[in-house]
């Protein structure tokens, strides 16, 4: 009883710490139902096209099956529902369908046009779903996931609905939602003189620093540096999963057995909370569930010790790729997936993550320093990288 009532108020607290903030735009009472239910990640990034121009298609989208007009700009007049989707899950190949039935309950939408947008999950499949299914509006396929990136589409899908005067005015809505919108939108006028804003061009960041010189031995492991990393593959999360996208990874090989991986959390704390926002910290243990809980009960190790994400991996994958043979061992990975840095947590001081994180585009991209003011992260180039 005592080790699971620990157990959850380690989960408790870290899923506390780990929560983001996003700011909304303001919603009309009425409006209020009409939003779908997505994650905060997906939400802030989904809203951030809402005020602007629909980015054009140009060639950053193949069509499958050519709508009338592709050219945004002369789509103004019209009432514009753009739809993402997958073939890759059930519920992703269900959405046509569930757009058409909304559609349907509409009634007279003959200034609506629909456009459903393949994201690049589940390509492979699109083919024989369009033989097989035959979907009733134009559909696009962007393979590279930039046209996805530009209106902060991911993997989960969600709708954008433009007014006829060529702004996005609602995102991320529900079934109801996307019905109820686009009737409000269809009943106002066109009026040509409304241009649309066009989200503003990203500026040229300052310039960049260099990452660190490889120096010394990196212990009792393998040496990666400057090599591509292995994947980060877990069993599971003992906190909140971390969202590391736009971020120096910084991975510690740890046990709740091993003293001086126990010694070294203060100093894993202070680097976590020094580039919060910039770097995210995880602490990778090959225990088992069982195992793990029972070194937390047995050392007293409280939630409070733990200002990063933490997670198990019996089976110690990364673990086993990076040849480690003693723990703690630490490895720092830039944004594009190269280790940049390898050796005991001590060794790792705050001047050579900050060097790491100067010298890193992707991190600065994130920060909004390489791209538009609101625009949202890069996370199907980011996956493409990774």
């Not at 456009?115 to 299914?133: A, C, I, M, N, Y």
Request: overall charge positive; some cysteine.
């Amino acid at each position: 009883m005592l080790r699971s009532l620990i157990s959850m108020t380690f989960m408790a607290f870290m899923l506390t710490g780990a929560a983001g903030v996003f700011a909304a735009p303001t919603i009309a009472e009425e409006e209020k139902g009409w939003h779908d239910r997505l994650p905060a990640a997906d939400r802030a990034a989904i809203d951030s096209a809402i005020g602007f121009a629909l980015p054009d298609f140009a060639d950053r989208v193949e069509w499958r099956i050519k709508p009338r007009e592709s050219d945004v700009k002369k789509l103004r007049g019209k009432v514009v529902l753009l739809q993402t989707w997958s073939c890759e899950t059930s519920a992703g190949r269900g959405v046509p369908n569930r757009v058409e039935r909304s559609v349907k309950a509409m009634g007279d939408t003959g200034d609506l046009e629909v456009l459903l947008l393949h994201t690049p999950d589940g390509t492979d499949k699109l083919d024989r779903f369009v033989e097989r299914s035959r979907p009733g509006f134009p559909l696009a396929v962007d393979a590279g996931g930039d046209y996805c990136d530009l209106i902060g589409a991911f993997k989960r899908p969600v709708n954008i609905l433009v007014d006829r005067n060529g702004t996005v005015r609602y995102a991320g809505l529900s079934a109801k939602g996307v019905t109820e919108a686009s009737r409000k939108l269809l009943a106002e006028p066109f009026d040509p003189s409304k241009e649309p804003r066009t989200r503003p061009e990203a500026k040229a960041p300052a310039e960049l620093g260099e990452y660190p010189p490889i120096r010394g031995s990196v212990g009792a492991a393998t040496d990666l540096r400057r090599r591509k990393a292995p994947a980060l593959v877990v069993d599971r999360w003992m906190t909140a999963e971390p969202d590391a996208r736009g971020k120096v990874a910084i991975i510690d090989f740890w046990a709740t057995w091993c003293g001086p991986c126990r010694r070294a959390i203060p100093h894993m704390n202070e680097l976590a909370n020094r580039f919060r926002g910039e770097v995210e910290c995880v602490g990778v243990s090959d225990e088992s569930k069982r195992e793990f809980e029972k070194g937390i009960e047995d050392r007293d190790l409280e939630p409070s010790m733990f200002r990063y994400a933490l997670a198990l991996d019996p089976k110690g994958r990364m673990k086993s790729a990076f040849g480690i043979r003693g723990i703690p061992h630490v490895a720092v990975i830039s944004t594009d997936w190269i280790v940049r840095w390898q050796g005991h947590p001590s060794s790792l001081d705050a001047n050579t993550v900050a060097a790491i994180v100067a010298a890193d585009p992707g991190v600065r991209a994130n920060a909004g320093g390489a791209t538009s003011p609101g625009a949202p992260p890069s996370r199907w180039a980011d996956t493409r990288r990774r």
